[in-house]
């Protein structure tokens, strides 16, 4: 195999920092330009208050057209100091995070000048409330490929989570047992794809695309023959209820987006932190990333390869099958054909931008959740850009991640190989 | 797809190193002759023996497809309200749980029968003064579900063979059959004319996705898989994005959907209008031929082949992996272009944002049926076509859901994928010399 890692096009190798400075001046021109100057006149109007919140946060007024252009200026210039000036890794981050936030706000002040004023907070919640398939999915994925085998079988395993949980909390009325039956769901699927990827070496491209083949024909089948004849038993699930943190969810704006939401999003925080410090703090997480980079060399210390695979896989799986109930009964209650619409494939995206890192997939996870929410919101002010480029975002912004354009996208070395004891 | 040397359409297990001779040696009448010939029948019988018994790739798809339909008659069976109502009178009536699970079943699979290869009512009806043509409607109806499949299947094994992923048969057919549907209803041509142009552009347009990815590997090394899966979601939005424009959408229709093709623009009827067969089945059967001959008589196919199975090879023998991969997902992308135009053209007459259904993905499973081989992609569609035509009928008879042919379809590539998961459950013996049909698992890295 490493033969054949070796065959790379010949590469024209692109002075990185330029390529992202070169990214950054462009994002200041389209700041400047398209969000500046053909901003539409009158402010763009914020609303940080949600009906019924006890403290007031008074409504931001911007003028769209000044602002963007001042944002796409110092952006621009920004990008230009980035291409000469050496920076450490933290502050490269920093200026990073700055000219996203700066797009987005630009962005956001084009699509509302001179229109309703735009909730930010719900839109900012509806953010969040996507994220969370999408984050839990990315997660399963890291857990997976970190440990060598690739997980594109994320869309099944949130179909069958979302499945089981309508269906368990519906007829045995308990939205927790519900969660765990996602969660077991999840799981299973994980099983079937450890099984034939470990024990019977099937390529896990393949596999992974023909369980979500399955996991869309049995939940569509059985929803057609169970489900729909029996809507009320077995289809009419509650939905879990947010849980207001005491006293961080006072906290105006913050609070409402970060600590008022359904258990669903307090799973995801706890997730995120435990499989990032699972994965790079301990020595289990050093094992499994033996395992997923060098499983000979993990094997010659003693480390079970295939049982650390099995292991993670199935972790993987419990995982997606909770962001898979989340879609159920953790927002619209009863479950749909096909609910999971394709969101496992932008978790794989959001897997694969963040670099097979816990934390990277979770921003970019949360990146792309906000272009779902804005495709919602903004349709509904008459936002000037379709729905359906928003949409299109997550699927774009990969395709630019693996074509190297910002310093490549990574797998783990032996992610996808069998490994054969020899 | 790591390929082996003989490619994944290694079709070595399935000759008996005993080739069946002549009888010559009885035709000359002596008792030693006869002997002789009796020894070489027993060897030829053995070897076959053999084949079945260490299960060679012929008899793995056979049990593949066996088990699928197995598993999918139990999950037929025990998800049915009838039969679930028998199971809860189990202890007082034993036999009647079974019997109607086997009913329920059985009833199901000839419904499914009836509308993917003959119906004998229809035969019947025929003779008593029916209509003849009625009698091929269910062939005819998978061969009409079959030709989008293979065409798509193409697509994804000839990529296959490269050793590249091609997961955007979706992208790809969206792009061929926006180009297809566009010269249909916008442009006015004459008869013959108009239907070539139009599947023509359903060629392009396919190619530019295709060439789109393989040109971004050549380029940057970015892996086929990601951007493929991507471009397909890519391109799902831009057509529900073009289908809310003036241009795309018929007036005065609620829905996102675009005005029907031209009629000059549509596949001709190869059977007369009641049925559904059309031209649209022959030009993927040519394809096939061309994607074989392409494949084992051209230069462009050897290179092919070598940089598939071994792009170190192929470099050192002079050849360029990036431009083969630049030229194959043109090809494959012009074949899942083709498949879009022969829906748009063939069946459908109109863009629908759902204009892809689930070719694209059937697309990968026919593919590896039919073990990245021309002939195999051609029988494994068909398969595909007969279970896909055969469920509309069974639903509409014993109301069970078409979603039962997905599951049986997913599983058959599952088992096929995966010999020695039949070879344990049916207890065969090993092949010596390794896997040869197993398609061996490679990472996102090469």
């Known amino acids: 195999m490493t033969a054949i890692t070796a065959v790379g096009p010949k590469r024209v190798t692109i002075d990185r920092q330029r390529a992202i400075a070169g990214i950054f001046v462009m994002l200041g021109v389209v700041d400047f330009f398209v969000f500046g100057l053909f901003a539409s006149n009158g402010d763009a109007v914020f609303t940080f208050t949600l009906t019924g919140a006890a403290v007031s946060v008074p409504n931001l007024s911007l003028p769209a057209g000044p602002v963007s252009e001042g944002i796409g200026a110092l952006t621009v210039i920004l990008g230009l100091l980035y291409a000469g000036v050496r920076l450490s890794k933290i502050p490269q981050r920093l200026v990073g995070v700055a000219v996203v936030l700066g797009f987005v706000v630009s962005f956001l002040c084009w699509s509302d000048a001179g229109r309703i004023p735009l909730p930010f907070v719900s839109l900012m919640q509806s953010t969040m409330l996507a ?47 519900g969660l765990f039956s996602g969660s077991i769901a999840g799981g299973l699927l994980a099983i079937l794809l450890a099984v034939f990827a470990i024990r019977y070496m099937v390529d896990q491209i393949i596999l992974g695309v023909v369980l979500n083949v399955f996991a869309s024909g049995l939940t569509g089948y059985l929803y057609d023959q169970a489900l729909v004849p029996y809507q009320n038993r077995l289809n009419s699930p509650n939905t879990f209820v947010p849980i207001k943190v005491p006293v961080l969810g006072d906290i105006p704006i913050i609070g409402p987006i970060l600590f008022d939401s359904t258990i669903f999003l307090y799973i995801t925080y706890a997730a995120v932190a435990l499989v990032h410090i699972g994965l790079f703090k301990t020595r289990w997480g050093l094992r499994v990333r033996a395992v997923g980079e060098h499983p000979t060399a993990a094997d010659t210390v003693g480390i079970k390869v295939l049982f650390t695979r099995y292991r993670n896989v199935v972790l993987g799986g419990l995982v997606a099958g909770i962001g898979g109930a989340s879609l159920t009964i953790g927002s619209v209650g009863s479950f749909g054909k096909d609910i999971s619409s394709g969101q496992g494939y932008i978790a794989l995206a959001a897997m694969i931008f963040g670099r097979w890192t816990p934390l990277g997939a979770t921003g970019a996870a949360l990146l792309f959740g906000f272009s779902v929410a804005c495709a919602n919101v903004l349709g509904t002010i008459g936002a000037p850009i379709p729905s359906d480029f928003l949409l299109m975002l997550p699927y774009v912004a990969t395709i630019i991640a693996v074509a190297g354009f910002v310093g490549r996208s990574r797998a783990p070395k032996a992610d996808g190989q069998p490994y054969i004891k020899s | 797809m790591t390929q082996q040397d003989t490619g994944p359409g290694g079709t070595v297990a399935s000759d008996p190193p005993g080739t069946p001779e002549p009888a010559e040696g009885a035709s000359s009448g002596t008792a030693e002759d006869a002997r002789k010939a009796g020894l070489k029948g027993t060897e030829v019988a053995i070897s076959l023996l053999n084949a079945v018994l260490e299960g060679s790739s012929a008899v793995v798809t056979f049990l593949a497809i066996v088990t699928a339909v197995i598993i999918g008659g139990l999950l037929i069976a025990f998800t049915s309200p009838t039969v679930l109502h028998a199971w809860s009178h189990l202890f007082s009536a034993p036999g009647s749980a079974f019997s109607q699970a086997w009913d329920v079943a059985a009833s199901a699979y000839s419904a499914m029968f009836e509308g993917a290869i003959v119906n004998p009512h229809t035969v019947s009806a025929a003779f008593h003064g029916g209509s003849i043509a009625q009698i091929f409607n269910p062939l005819s109806e998978t061969a009409v579900n079959a030709t989008p499949l293979i065409l798509a299947g193409l697509a994804v094994a000839l990529a296959f063979r490269a050793g590249m992923f091609n997961i955007g048969a979706t992208g790809q057919f969206i792009g061929g059959a926006m180009i297809a549907g566009w010269i249909g209803f916008a442009v006015h041509l004459p008869m013959i004319i108009h239907v070539v142009v139009a599947v ?5 347009g396919g190619s530019i996705v295709g060439g789109f990815v393989g040109g971004l590997k050549a380029r940057t090394g970015a892996h086929e898989v990601i951007v493929t899966i991507m471009l397909n979601y890519v391109m799902e939005y831009l057509i529900l994005f073009l289908l809310g424009l003036a241009v ?109 259904g689930t070719y694209g993905i059937d697309a990968i499973t026919v593919a590896l049926l039919g073990r990245a081989s021309p002939g195999g992609v051609v029988l494994a569609a068909l398969l595909y076509g007969s279970l896909d035509a055969g469920s509309v009928t069974m639903q509409a008879q014993t109301q069970i859901p078409v979603d039962i042919a997905t599951v049986i379809q997913a599983l058959i590539v599952l088992f096929v994928a995966a010999p020695p998961f039949i070879r344990e459950i049916y207890h065969l013996r090993g092949r010596r010399g390794g896997e040869s049909g197993q398609l061996l698992a490679k990472g996102w890295s090469s």
């Not at chain 1, 399963?140 to 395993?157: F, P, Y």
């Open chain 1, 131 to 177: 994220a969370i398939p999408l984050v839990l999915g990315a997660l399963s994925g890291c857990l997976c490929e970190r440990s060598g085998v690739i997980n594109i079988a994320i869309e099944g395993q949130l179909l069958l989570g979302a499945f089981a949980g309508a269906v368990i909390a519906s007829s045995f009325g308990s939205l927790w047992l």
């Open chain 2, 200 to 204: 023509i552009g359903g060629v392009v």
């Open chain 2, 248 to 356: 795309f959408r018929a007036p005065g229709l609620p829905n996102p959907v675009s005005p029907p093709v031209a009629t000059n623009a549509t596949l001709p009827h190869l059977a007369g209008a009641t049925l559904r067969i059309n031209a649209g089945f022959l030009v993927a059967l040519a394809a096939a031929f061309a994607v074989a001959w392409l494949l084992n008589r051209t230069t462009i196919g050897f290179e092919l082949r070598t940089v598939g199975a071994n792009p170190n090879a192929a470099r050192a023998a002079g050849m360029s992996p990036e431009r083969t991969w630049v030229t194959v997902m043109l090809i494959c992308g012009g074949l899942a272009g083709l498949a879009g135009a022969s829906v748009i053209l063939g069946t459908d007459f109109a863009l629908t944002p759902q204009i892809y």
